[in-house]
């Protein structure tokens, strides 16, 4: 079973510009959350998507937006970016409903810099 | 809401021996999820164990077990006979039992195993 992929891995962007990140679950998992991970504030929830809705929604400004498909892959956006966006970008995926509870399997995360 | 805490930054073990890392977390729910996870240098989390708190009996998964106290809101790892591929950051979180896939994470301990 293949595991949760996510595009690309490495990323460098001007401040300003807009950036795309993607998330491909697991096969049949419908849930898809995404975090941010800094060395100054940790971990932190940014949304998550479950059959195309977004169900939850973190404390981050309305530059960052994501969107889930009908096949579950998941993006994230973050336009006019700031130098403090830098950060790993971990998604995570799960059957939705009550799978979450097991668990999550993560990707590998993509790591934006911003210069 | 809800937060997470972990008090070790570091800890270090020795090869085969026994080490305890430290979480406890804030919470004015009965019912929620706390999960360890591991995060070694390829960046990817991997799920350690898990613990329902509606369940009493501690967790435990082959060298790993954990010490839930529920009244203390307390939730400690050990980790018995210590590999050196076990040296990664652990990081403690919880789930609301709601249908919700929102991870709140603690800021990790990191965790050097020397030969």
């Known amino acids: 079973k293949a595991g949760v992929t996510q595009t690309p891995r490495y990323l ?58 009908s096949n579950s892959r998941s993006e994230m956006n973050v336009s006019t970016l700031e130098l403090g966006d830098s950060a790993l970008y971990l998604c995570a995926s799960s059957s939705g409903y009550t799978g979450g509870s097991y668990g999550y399997t993560f990707g590998s995360g993509t790591r934006l810099t911003v210069v | 809401a809800q937060t997470v805490t972990q008090s070790q930054p570091e800890m270090s073990v020795q090869e085969a021996e026994t080490v305890t890392l430290s979480c406890t977390y804030d919470t004015s729910e009965s019912d929620y999820y706390l999960f360890w996870y591991k995060q070694p ?43 050196l591929g076990d040296a990664a950051m652990y990081f403690c979180a919880y789930r609301s039992a709601v249908v919700t896939d929102k ?12 030969p």
Not at chain 1, 33 to 39: K, L, M, N
Not at chain 1, 46 to 68: A, D, H, V
């Open chain 1, 12 to 69: 460098i962007k001007t401040r300003g510009q807009q950036v795309t990140l993607s998330c491909s679950p697991i096969s049949g998992h419908r849930s898809v959350s995404w975090y941010q991970q800094t060395p100054g504030q940790g971990l932190q929830f940014l949304f998550e998507y479950f059959s195309e809705t977004q169900r939850n929604k973190g404390n981050f400004p309305g530059r960052f937006s994501g969107r889930q498909f």
């Open chain 2, 103 to 114: 991870l709140i994470f603690g800021t990790g301990t990191r965790l050097q195993v020397f």
């Open chain 2, 41 to 83: 240098p390829s960046r990817q989390m991997i799920l350690v164990i898990r613990q329902e708190a509606y369940k009493q009996q501690n967790a435990t998964e082959n060298r790993f077990s954990v010490n839930f106290q529920k009244a203390a809101k307390s939730f400690s790892l050990k980790i018995s006979d210590s590999q």
